[in-house]
């Protein structure tokens, strides 16, 4: 999984972050609240899809942050779809009734995905963050996993 998400890092399609993580360091997301999915060909993990803590208040420990992360080899190839599919379904038995995300807008690839699987664009928040000196914009998403809040349920 590090070896995947160091690649995203590397990529600069996915993510603010510019430090490599280490194997010991993804063992730390595993904090038995938060679903992370995995998908493997011929034994070995191609593709992941994670959540996070959304904000400490407790207001909103049903909404997760999420993210996809797929092998450079494998992109394109539907490895992401599964892992986001079965995110969705772990994080909804969990107990979260929405995931939310942000995508640099130019990584088509991902909201492509994301629309595909019934996420809504809700904005763009504009000069985000900036990596390597360059200021980016990001899509915000989310995705109800429950009729939780839904006038028309």
């Not at 909103?60 to 992401?80: H, L, M, N, Q, W």
């Not at 390597?132 to 989310?142: L, T």
């Amino acid at each position: 999984m590090a070896a995947i998400y160091n690649q995203g890092i590397e990529d600069r399609i996915a993510t603010f972050e510019t430090c490599p993580r280490s194997a010991e360091d993804v063992v730390k997301w595993f904090d038995g609240i938060h679903p992370i999915v995995v998908v493997e060909t011929d034994g070995a993990i191609v593709a992941f899809a994670a959540t996070s803590t959304y904000r400490p208040r407790q207001c909103y420990a049903g909404v997760a942050e999420f993210s996809v992360y797929v092998k450079r080899t494998e992109r394109g190839r539907g490895s992401g779809k599964r892992a986001l599919c079965f995110l969705l379904e772990a994080a909804r038995k969990a107990g979260f009734w929405k995931l939310v995300s942000r995508v640099f807008v130019e990584n088509a690839a991902s909201r492509g995905l994301l629309k595909s699987l019934g996420f809504r664009e809700v904005g763009v928040y504009e000069k985000h963050g900036q990596l390597d000196g360059v200021w980016r914009d990001v899509v915000i998403v989310e995705r109800l996993l429950t009729d939780v809040g839904r006038e028309d349920s």
